[in-house]
């Protein structure tokens, strides 16, 4: 086989113009992140604060759903257990 016949100028010319592409959306992204995941996150009732490992299978969580934060953990072959936290005075 010719190696002239493996790569067509057109096709050359498309992943060029197809990676740029993508370099230009990922600049756009980076520049934007902050206003992009507040507007993403617009209208969320639940949201996960902050999520540590306590051993490889058991996890603790703590969520927070409609301003009220709760402490989730979960453990394998274990129902999880979810407490309230008391809220933070200042």
Request: some cysteine.
């Amino acid at each position: 086989m010719d190696p002239v016949d493996l790569i067509n100028p057109i096709q050359l010319l498309t992943l060029i113009v197809f990676l740029g592409a993508l370099l230009a959306l990922w600049y756009v992204v980076q520049r934007n992140k902050s206003g992009l995941a507040r507007r993403m996150g617009q209208g969320r009732r639940i949201t996960v604060c902050e999520v540590a490992a306590i051993s490889p299978t058991d996890r603790a969580m703590i969520l927070s759903v409609d301003g009220r934060e709760f402490l989730v953990l979960r453990a394998r072959g274990a129902a999880p257990v979810v407490t309230a936290l008391p809220g933070v005075q200042p």
